[in-house]
């Protein structure tokens, strides 16, 4: 199914945040004054109380079904920005941390030339240079490279004779330099994508709230609607009492389907004792499943109509369809809903700038909401394919001050294997 088959077939999920378009659209638009049964029977007696109340019933269906369709479009459109926003925070992470290492290489590299520079100088003037020059050279250390190659820079002998060592000196110095600069503006534009992400995660969350809230009040109420219109164009002897009755019965067998679908839910996640069992540091394996797919770079896969990127900012374990998926730890859950290309999605805040993502959640397979807390090993969810997957598995992250990190090895220093 893709992402807008998700989002039409009404089964998001979904759970409360921040605004998105305005508070206005986001609040529930459809209240209405229902008529009870009462009401239908009363207007079964009279024709044109009778035309009255199927118009209003209609009126009334029409109003719910358009509030959903309205407000999955805004949920849709939100869950889209905040993937979007997401994945480009997570791009110039890297991106910043790339910078930084190669600044960090060339400093080194250029700290190293400048020794060379000045233990050749040192030599030159051992070995008959101007003995007043090498004492001033000589007369106090250097504080840093620049220190010293400004020093050199004034040694005509040196210039002279090892003009290229100076200069190599010099050409790595700029470099490291350049390369410190550029990555102070990365991680500038790192800081403001993610205060970006993080907004369109709150604007998602409360859209997606507004969704479910729309899809709850649907299916409250338009069972009973479409009964009560149902009655009132009956022209056979079907009594009232016989129209309550099925709506009772589909109550009944909704509530069953339900109870069925978590005590599946149950058994599968007591089969998956790999996954969630809790370690002495704190810590739960995700779940039972298989690793099937690495952190960091990748080739890009294509399929079912997308492709896969080309950087991985999780693992994928695989423990099959409706598989248990756990909490990794203790903490806050600060989104829950659907994320662009991870679908049904999951993110859990454990506090001290720690966090952990859950992706590709099956429909309806959310056990946790918005704002609820979870302990480390608690079944949160189940594996789906939802988003971009190619198969049912939990796509896992780790963060730390919101960054992605290699939850393998993350995880390997708090006891757990994956």
Same mark, same amino acid.
């Given at each position: 199914m893709t992402r807008r088959g998700v989002l039409g077939a009404g089964v998001l999920g979904l759970v409360a945040g921040s605004s998105i378009v305005g508070a206005a659209r986001l609040l529930p638009a459809f209240a209405a004054d229902y008529p009870s049964w009462d009401d239908v029977q009363a207007a079964k007696a009279n024709e044109t109380a009778k035309t009255a109340e199927i118009t209003r019933i209609q009126g009334l269906i029409q109003s719910l079904t358009s509030e959903v369709q309205r407000t999955r479009a805004v949920a849709e459109q939100a869950a889209d920005a905040f993937y979007t926003a997401q994945q480009d925070y997570f791009a110039a992470v890297q991106r910043a941390d790339a910078l930084q290492s190669q600044a960090d290489a060339e400093a080194e590299a250029a700290a190293e030339a400048s020794d060379r520079a000045g233990?050749?100088? !040192?030599?030159?003037?051992? &070995?008959?240079? =101007?003995?007043?020059?090498?004492?001033?050279? #000589?007369?106090?250390?250097?504080?840093?490279? =620049?220190?010293?190659?400004? *020093? +050199?820079?004034?040694?005509?002998?040196?210039?002279? *004779?090892?003009?290229?060592?100076?200069a190599a000196a010099l050409t790595a110095r700029n470099a490291a330099q350049g390369l410190s600069d550029q990555a102070a503006v990365a991680r500038d534009e790192r800081d403001r994508? /993610?205060?970006?992400?993080?907004?369109?995660?709150?604007?998602?969350?409360?859209?997606?709230?507004?969704?479910?809230?729309? #899809? =709850?009040?649907?299916?409250?109420?338009?069972?009973? +609607?479409?009964?009560?219109?149902?009655?009132?164009?009956?022209?056979?002897?079907?009594?009232?009492?016989? $129209?309550?009755?099925?709506?009772?019965?589909?109550?009944?067998?909704?509530? /069953?389907?339900?109870? !069925? @679908?978590?005590? @599946?839910?149950?058994?599968?996640?007591?089969?998956?004792?790999?996954?969630?069992?809790?370690?002495?540091? %704190?810590?739960?394996?995700?779940?039972?499943? *298989?690793?099937?797919?690495?952190?960091?770079?990748?080739?890009?896969?294509? %399929?079912?109509?997308?492709?896969?990127?080309?950087?991985?900012?999780?693992?994928?374990?695989?423990?099959?369809?409706?598989?248990?998926i756990y909490a990794a730890a203790a903490g806050t859950v600060v989104y829950a809903g659907y994320n662009g290309g991870y679908g049904?999605?999951?993110?859990?805040?454990?506090?001290?700038?720690?966090?952990?993502? $859950? !992706?590709?959640?099956? &429909?309806?397979?959310?056990?946790?909401?918005?704002?609820?807390?979870?302990?480390?090993?608690?079944?949160?969810?189940?594996? %789906? &394919?939802?988003?971009?997957?190619?198969?049912?598995? #939990?796509h896992f992250e780790a963060y730390v001050n919101g960054a992605p990190v290699n939850p393998i090895d993350f995880l390997a220093a708090r006891g757990i294997s994956i």
């Amino acid at each position: 199914m893709t992402r807008r088959g998700v989002l039409g077939a009404g089964v998001l999920g979904l759970v409360a945040g921040s605004s998105i378009v305005g508070a206005a659209r986001l609040l529930p638009a459809f209240a209405a004054d229902y008529p009870s049964w009462d009401d239908v029977q009363a207007a079964k007696a009279n024709e044109t109380a009778k035309t009255a109340e199927i118009t209003r019933i209609q009126g009334l269906i029409q109003s719910l079904t358009s509030e959903v369709q309205r407000t999955r479009a805004v949920a849709e459109q939100a869950a889209d920005a905040f993937y979007t926003a997401q994945q480009d925070y997570f791009a110039a992470v890297q991106r910043a941390d790339a910078l930084q290492s190669q600044a960090d290489a060339e400093a080194e590299a250029a700290a190293e030339a400048s020794d060379r520079a000045g233990r050749l100088a !040192a030599q030159l003037y051992r &070995n008959g240079g =101007d003995d007043t020059a090498l004492e001033l050279f #000589l007369s106090g250390s250097a504080a840093n490279a =620049d220190d010293l190659l400004a *020093r +050199l820079g004034t040694m005509d002998k040196l210039l002279e *004779r090892n003009q290229g060592v100076y200069a190599a000196a010099l050409t790595a110095r700029n470099a490291a330099q350049g390369l410190s600069d550029q990555a102070a503006v990365a991680r500038d534009e790192r800081d403001r994508l /993610q205060q970006l992400a993080e907004q369109k995660m709150r604007e998602s969350q409360q859209a997606a709230d507004a969704a479910q809230t729309a #899809l =709850d009040t649907q299916t409250l109420h338009l069972g009973e +609607l479409e009964a009560q219109l149902a009655a009132l164009q009956d022209t056979t002897a079907r009594t009232i009492a016989d $129209y309550q009755a099925g709506v009772e019965a589909a109550r009944l067998a909704e509530e /069953q389907r339900k109870a !069925a @679908e978590r005590a @599946e839910a149950a058994r599968r996640a007591a089969e998956g004792s790999a996954g969630g069992g809790v370690v002495s540091s %704190g810590w739960a394996r995700p779940t039972s499943g *298989r690793r099937t797919s690495g952190f960091g770079p990748r080739s890009s896969q294509c %399929g079912n109509g997308y492709c896969s990127t080309s950087y991985h900012y999780g693992v994928d374990l695989s423990g099959g369809c409706s598989a248990g998926i756990y909490a990794a730890a203790a903490g806050t859950v600060v989104y829950a809903g659907y994320n662009g290309g991870y679908g049904n999605y999951i993110k859990i805040d454990h506090g001290g700038g720690i966090g952990t993502g $859950y !992706a590709h959640i099956r &429909n309806g397979g959310f056990f946790v909401g918005y704002g609820q807390r979870v302990n480390a090993g608690d079944l949160i969810g189940s594996e %789906g &394919n939802t988003g971009n997957a190619f198969g049912c598995n #939990l796509h896992f992250e780790a963060y730390v001050n919101g960054a992605p990190v290699n939850p393998i090895d993350f995880l390997a220093a708090r006891g757990i294997s994956i």
